[in-house]
């Protein structure tokens, strides 16, 4: 009977080594996730600063690109 033993013994082995190993795989999953959720809220947050930034900017400052009607005239003839 030692070799009945030994097998349960085995099987219970292998059973907590399969489930740590799928364990640890499975956190690596959802650091991963939370780590990539977390860089594309920030990600995003940048974008939409940068936005009202540039945008604010635009309204504050006047264009270098829009003519005045002296150079538009000038243009026409």
Known sequence: ???QNFLLLFKFTAAIAISLVTASVLTGCV???VA????TVAATAVKVTAK???AAADIVLPSSDKKTD????????
């Open 36 to 39: 990539d959720a977390a860089v």
């Open 31 to 33: 650091v991963f996730a």
């Open 1 to 3: 009977m030692p070799t």
């Open 70 to 77: 002296k150079d538009k005239d000038a243009a026409k003839k």
């Open 52 to 54: 009202t930034i540039g």
